[in-house]
């Protein structure tokens, strides 16, 4: 990646317009990964249309840095101030590059 590109994916993160901080909470209770920044789209504020009963709760996108969590895991939790979000899918790389993990997620709290 070059210099520029980091340096623009950095400014990302760090603004308050784009990004929150989050715990990340592992599925089954491991070692909690905290303070990260994350991105998350409130566009996907929709019904999930699975039949595991989970129909009707709030969906988003969480995009987090490879650099900060390396392994995000389904059932893994984001905690923010406001919310927080369960993986619902497995993972998977965002961008060409594989710098960002996407986590299809639901509003749990």
Known sequence: M???AAQ??????????FAVTAVYQPPGGGAAVAPLRVMIDMKSETDM??????AGRRRRTVRVRVAELAEPAQAGRFITAT?????????????RLGLIWACEGRVVS
Do not use: C, M, N, Q
Request: charged share 30%; aromatic share 6%.
């Open 49 to 54: 249309p699975d039949g595991g009963g989970f």
């Open 2 to 4: 070059s210099t520029a």
């Open 8 to 17: 623009v994916l950095d400014a990302l993160y760090a603004s308050d317009e």
């Open 83 to 95: 919310e927080t979000i369960e993986i619902a899918a497995a993972p998977r790389r965002h961008d």
